[in-house]
């Protein structure tokens, strides 16, 4: 290509386009800051699109003018619906870390069947790993705000902790991970508890079952 004309130098102004990856992680600030925020020059498409959405359902309050969002965050509610990412891997990446760090927040993030194929667990086990509880390698992805532990293990059949499955679903801020053992413990207790309550139904109807 070969370009000819005055040398002297253009003026002007040129506005370029919103970029995807600064418009997801500029709502994503946005919504997390407790204060107002006014976002300039957003990139207007479906990946974006679905990161609004998102948000929305969160609770997150945005208001467009033009090019120009206003965003009310800092407060997140659990939503009554899946939260679908649509298309967008980088909504539900970026929501996976955020709402993670959320107090006792539930969620189902899900997608387009292309997104439900791809991996979410580079993403989902680091954020186990830090306490998160997100459920799942692919989506939909479960987001449980609960922590399962036993206060103490079941010294008899008659200890408070062997109320199952009561005790081992318990609301919690803070979780000690050496509950994790006596949390196991109770889940076996419990299932061998319904495999013998199954084993003597069968054996009572065969036993008792009057046969025509």
């Known amino acids: 290509m070969q370009v000819s004309g005055p040398t002297s130098?253009?003026?002007g102004r040129l506005q370029?386009?919103?970029?995807?990856?600064?418009?997801?992680?500029?709502?994503?600030?946005?919504?997390?800051s407790p204060e107002i925020s006014t976002i300039h020059n957003l990139l207007?498409?479906?990946?974006?699109?679905?990161?609004?959405?998102?948000?929305?359902?969160?609770?997150i309050?945005?208001?467009?003018?033009?090019?120009t969002f206003m965003v009310q965050?800092?407060?997140?509610?659990?939503?009554n619906i899946p939260l679908d990412c649509g298309s967008s891997g980088t909504t539900m990446r970026l929501m996976l870390g955020a709402l993670a760090g959320q107090e006792r927040f539930e969620a189902?993030?899900?997608?387009?069947?292309?997104?439900?194929?791809?991996?979410?667990?580079?993403?989902?086990?680091?954020?186990?790993?830090?306490?998160?509880?997100?459920?799942g390698e692919t989506a939909p992805l479960l987001m449980i705000g609960m922590r399962a532990f036993v206060a103490s293990a079941p010294s008899s059949f008659v200890a408070p902790s062997s109320v199952l499955p009561v005790q081992i679903f318990l609301w919690s801020d803070e979780i000690d991970r050496g509950f994790i053992e006596r949390t196991s413990a109770a889940i076996v207790v419990l299932l061998v508890f319904l495999l013998l309550m199954n084993g003597l139904?069968?054996?009572l109807r065969n036993r008792f079952e009057k046969r025509w």
């Open 16 to 32: 370029l386009p919103g970029d995807k990856s600064i418009s997801h992680r500029a709502l994503m600030h946005a919504a997390l």
């Open 9 to 11: 130098g253009l003026r």
């Open 201 to 203: 139904a069968i054996y």
């Open 61 to 67: 309050q945005l208001e467009q003018s033009q090019n």
């Open 108 to 135: 189902v993030l899900t997608g387009s069947r292309g997104l439900r194929r791809r991996p979410m667990g580079r993403v989902a086990r680091p954020l186990n790993a830090m306490g998160a509880n997100i459920v």
């Open 73 to 79: 965050g800092g407060q997140f509610r659990d939503a």
């Open 44 to 59: 207007d498409a479906g990946v974006t699109r679905a990161m609004m959405r998102v948000l929305r359902q969160c609770g």
